[in-house]
């Protein structure tokens, strides 16, 4: 059994991910093997030797002590991209308050009484026109970073009618998948900076991009630029944007992070911190901290770490090794010398590293002697071994469900039904993973 504590409220979608013969979930739950966690402040807190991950409902990670937990072989995870849509949205919304007078003209309808000379809809009629703005269609848009929402963005923009080109830096070739290819590239922030009509940006703040929204690039700006920013407030010198909104330089400012320096300035539209604030995407991260959990404790696998590097392995062995370790030459040799030394052969492995830290899976047939987990243990520079046992049920009881999946295939071409869903049927058992076990679970309900 794992014990999965929960910290605040995890909406429930994610938690009943966890099967409840092998999973004990709660917020009372003692001795956790891996916690579940979205803002509750986890710096003082003392962790139990059983620890093994701290998973975020959510993207930052601010509230928990990454680096602490990664010298203690606690592997952090986070939801990157389960609330990307939600962002996106709400930046849709925000290209279009930085356009039309929306806010002040909803705060002046509110205002309104009837009296003796006029009715509302005449005062509204009479008074319309100082709420007037400009339509996004056609205006260029500059997305600054390209990852889980401003690719989104940038498709929604473009399907708008705006044109968009884009800049990132450091573009993952998945993000590159998921971007339109009518979304242009810009060689350079300064090209965005110089030609777009309106800007959104989407990085994280890091010393490279925090004050990118400063004197000096605000100056590299057409005059009467829109800016929007979702990601943080540093990004911009709140100063250097209010005497560009005053001098005229920025028609508008649209952020999701107000601060003292930004609430309640013309031509500043501050809203509060609403882009990831919506039922869905509270949900898609609760299934994707529980998803990732579960992978790690039943596989070894690490998808989406901010402290251990991303390291998966296919199902093949009977015992799975997981050693994290720091990232320093000849720990492989010495883990593998424990394992030869004990006549077992390696069957698989696996070994990635980010910055100080490595963490590798070795995958044998049979078991490891407990003294020789305990030798790997002991080896110097190595922060942690889980030796994962109950692996090969993990992998018969994907078989079982693949064979199933396969099974009604057949049976579904036996009785002559067409359609393109058998084929799938036929082509996705191959594919056996934790993960496929569920989707193959789904699909074959769903279409069988
Ligand atoms: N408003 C909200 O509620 C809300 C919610 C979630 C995230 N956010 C913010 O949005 C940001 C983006 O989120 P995401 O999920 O798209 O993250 P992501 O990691 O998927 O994408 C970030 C992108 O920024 C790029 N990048 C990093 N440094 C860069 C630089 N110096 N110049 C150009 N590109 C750079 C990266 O290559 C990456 O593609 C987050 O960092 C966070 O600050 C805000």
């Given at each position: 059994?794992y014990n999965?504590?929960l910290?605040?409220?995890?909406a429930?979608?994610?938690t009943d991910?966890f099967d409840?013969?092998k999973?004990t979930?709660?917020?009372?739950?003692?001795?956790p093997?891996?916690?579940m966690?979205?803002s509750?402040a986890?710096?003082d807190?003392?962790?139990n030797?059983?620890?093994?991950a701290i998973?975020?409902?959510?993207?930052?990670?601010?509230n928990?002590?990454?680096?602490?937990?990664?010298e203690?072989g606690?592997?952090?995870?986070?939801?990157?991209?389960?609330?990307?849509?939600?962002?996106?949205e709400?930046?849709?919304?925000?290209?279009?308050?930085a356009s039309r007078d929306i806010?002040?003209?909803a705060a002046?309808a509110?205002t309104?009484v009837k009296?003796?000379?006029?009715d509302?809809a005449?005062?509204v009629?009479k008074?319309?026109?100082?709420?007037a703005g400009h339509?996004?269609?056609?205006?260029?848009?500059?997305?600054i970073?390209?990852g889980?929402?401003g690719?989104?963005?940038?498709?929604?923009?473009h399907?708008?009618?705006?044109?968009v080109?884009?800049f990132?830096?450091?573009?993952?070739v998945?993000?590159?998948?998921?971007?339109?290819r009518?979304v242009?590239?810009?060689a350079?922030?300064?090209?965005?900076?110089?030609t777009?009509d309106?800007?959104?940006?989407?990085?994280?703040s890091?010393?490279?991009?925090?004050g990118?929204?400063g004197?000096?690039n605000?100056?590299?700006?057409?005059d009467?630029?829109?800016?929007l920013?979702?990601s943080r407030?540093d990004l911009?010198?709140?100063?250097?944007?209010?005497?560009a909104?005053a001098s005229?330089?920025?028609?508008r400012?649209v952020t999701?992070?107000?601060?003292?320096e930004?609430?309640?300035?013309?031509?500043?539209i501050?809203?509060?911190?609403l882009?990831?604030s919506?039922e869905?995407?509270?949900?898609?991260?609760?299934?994707m901290?529980?998803?990732?959990?579960?992978?790690?404790?039943?596989c070894g696998?690490?998808?989406h770490?901010?402290?251990y590097?991303?390291?998966?392995?296919?199902?093949?062995?009977?015992?799975?090794i997981?050693?994290?370790?720091?990232?320093?030459?000849?720990?492989?040799n010495?883990?593998?010398?424990v394992?030869?030394?004990?006549?077992?052969?390696?069957?698989?492995m696996?070994?990635?590293?980010?910055?100080?830290?490595?963490?590798?899976?070795?995958?044998?047939?049979?078991?490891?002697?407990?003294?020789a987990a305990e030798?790997?243990?002991?080896i110097?520079n190595v922060?942690r071994?889980?030796?994962?046992?109950?692996f090969?049920n993990?992998?018969?009881?994907?078989?079982m469900?693949?064979?199933a999946?396969v099974?009604?295939?057949?049976?579904c071409?036996?009785?002559?039904?067409?359609?393109?869903?058998?084929?799938s049927l036929l082509?996705l058992?191959?594919?056996i993973?934790t993960?496929?076990?569920g989707?193959?679970?789904k699909f074959?309900?769903n279409?069988?």
């Open positions: 059994m999965i504590q910290f605040n409220k995890i429930k979608i994610g991910n409840t013969a999973y979930v709660g917020e009372g739950v003692t001795a093997d891996a916690i966690v979205r509750a986890m710096h807190m003392v962790f030797p059983e620890l093994k998973a975020r409902a959510g993207a930052g990670v601010n928990i002590p990454v680096d602490r937990c990664a203690n606690i592997v952090v995870f986070n939801t990157p991209g389960a609330n990307a849509n939600a962002v996106k709400l930046v849709i919304c925000g290209l279009m308050l806010t002040d003209g002046w509110k309104l009296t003796e000379e006029m509302v005449k005062q009629e008074g319309k026109s100082k709420f339509e996004i269609i056609g205006k260029k848009l500059g997305v970073g390209l889980a929402i690719a989104l963005v940038a498709n929604a923009a399907d708008l009618g705006m044109e080109i884009g990132d830096s450091y573009l993952s998945d993000a590159a998948w998921k971007l339109s009518k242009g590239r810009a350079s922030m300064d090209e965005i900076f110089e777009c309106y800007i959104t940006v989407h990085v994280p890091t010393p490279e991009t925090r990118m929204f004197k000096e605000i100056a590299k700006m057409k009467g630029v829109r800016i920013n979702f407030a911009a010198c709140a100063q250097d944007v209010k005497d909104i005229g330089k920025i028609a400012y999701d992070f107000p601060t003292e930004t609430v309640n300035v013309p031509g500043i501050a809203l509060p911190h882009g990831a919506t869905e995407s509270e949900d898609n991260c609760a299934v901290a529980a998803r990732e959990l579960i992978d790690f404790l039943e696998n690490i998808r770490s901010v402290n590097p991303d390291a998966e392995l296919p199902h093949t062995g009977d015992c799975r997981c050693v994290m370790h720091k990232n320093v030459p000849g720990i492989l010495s883990i593998t010398a394992i030869s030394a004990e006549g077992i052969n390696v069957e698989n696996v070994n990635r590293s980010k910055k100080d830290y490595a963490y590798t899976i070795l995958e044998i047939g049979g078991e490891l002697p407990a003294d030798k790997i243990s002991g110097e922060i071994v889980n030796i994962i046992k109950e090969r993990v992998l018969y009881s994907s078989c469900v693949s064979a999946a099974f009604c295939g057949w049976m071409l036996y009785f002559g039904w067409e359609g393109e869903e058998k084929v082509i058992p191959p594919m993973s993960e496929n076990t989707f193959l679970g074959s309900g279409y069988c």
